[in-house]
């Protein structure tokens, strides 16, 4: 039996020896890149607790539930303190989710009211088959329905020209720079982001605590929160095209009361991968998972699952903790 140690002030009780509680994928994941290797003072931020590549809980909490996921957090946004995690500092592929770096970087900066010009750029090295907004070359936008289309149904061509805009004249290229310099403006030190839709690239990498930490930067933002809650919006007119919806895929909207949000990723390096945050009785709480497994429940059926062992730990229970910037 692993070595349970108890770490004050928190309460922690780690189990470094103990792997992240999973239930078994019916089919293995692919083969994936290695990603780099942890810096050892990295896996510290936020408090020993959370070094381990195992299990982080507080000593007086139920064991968590069984996940597919290969990597989770659970935070509370308001008061910072992370509740419990599973390898919270290990580096995984992002896929979509990473959209939300693209946000806390360029929402800022981008004016909602400005319509651009979709170039033909834009459209390329989208993967047959991947998720899009729709926008076709020549189409004129606002930046408010690419952010719509980018967070609602998670359009890599939208994220395209969100980038390119961004960049200030420096193309897709400076979007993605300036995702990175978001990412250590936040502390995010296990993330870099290679693309800006989340489409696999070469160096992309991202973790649980990582995530949490853009989330909590995201949605303190109202117009953030106001396009998460968004269950459907109208794509406008384009020469010789129709006008047309595109609805939330966050199904947690209706299904979990009090969910302010979430952003699902999937490719075949990731698997799946969400980021979520709910609210109730006061309490705001993020979860993030990366690898996980569609059967047998999915990644919103785990992050369900998290989200209630969070919500039912007190409230001065504590891991560690989300950095400031």
């Not at 076709?136 to 994220?159: F, H, K, M, P, Q």
Request: charged share 20%.
């Amino acid at each position: 039996m692993p070595v349970v140690a108890i770490v004050p002030p928190t309460r922690a009780a780690v189990a470094a020896g103990v792997p992240c509680p999973a239930a078994k994928p019916p089919v293995p994941p692919p083969a994936t890149q290695s990603p780099p290797p942890v810096d050892a003072a990295h896996r510290k931020v936020g408090g020993d607790a959370l070094a381990t590549a195992g299990l982080a809980i507080p000593a007086e909490a139920r064991r968590p539930p069984a996940v597919t996921a290969t990597s989770w957090l659970v935070a509370d946004l308001n008061s910072g303190e992370v509740l419990g995690g599973c390898g919270p500092h290990e580096r995984r592929t992002p896929a979509s989710v990473q959209k939300l770096l693209l946000a806390a970087a360029l929402m800022p900066r981008l004016d909602p009211a400005q319509v651009v010009e979709v170039k033909r750029e834009d459209l390329k090295d989208l993967d047959p088959g991947s998720s899009l907004m729709g926008v076709v070359e020549g189409g004129r936008y606002s930046i408010e329905n690419l952010w719509l289309g980018l967070l609602l149904t998670s359009g890599n061509d939208a994220a395209n020209v969100l980038a390119r805009v961004g960049g200030a004249g420096t193309g897709r290229q400076g979007g993605v720079d300036a995702m990175n310099d978001e990412a250590r403006r936040l502390r995010a030190n296990q993330t870099h982001a290679a693309t800006p839709s989340g489409l696999d690239g070469p160096g992309q990498y991202t973790s649980a605590y990582d995530l949490a930490l853009i989330a909590r930067a995201t949605f303190a933002r109202e117009d953030f929160r106001q396009y998460m809650q968004t269950r459907e919006a109208t794509v406008p007119a384009q020469r010789g095209e129709r006008a047309f919806e595109i609805t939330n895929d966050n199904t947690l909207l209706d299904r979990y009361p009090g969910m302010l949000g979430g952003k699902t990723g999937f490719t075949r390096l990731a698997r799946q991968t969400y980021v979520g945050v709910a609210e109730r009785d006061g309490r705001r709480l993020a979860v993030t998972l990366l690898g996980a497994e569609t059967e047998p429940r999915g990644s919103l059926g785990e992050a369900i699952a998290l989200l209630n062992w969070g919500f039912a730990i007190t409230a001065d229970a504590s891991v560690g903790r989300l950095v400031t910037p």
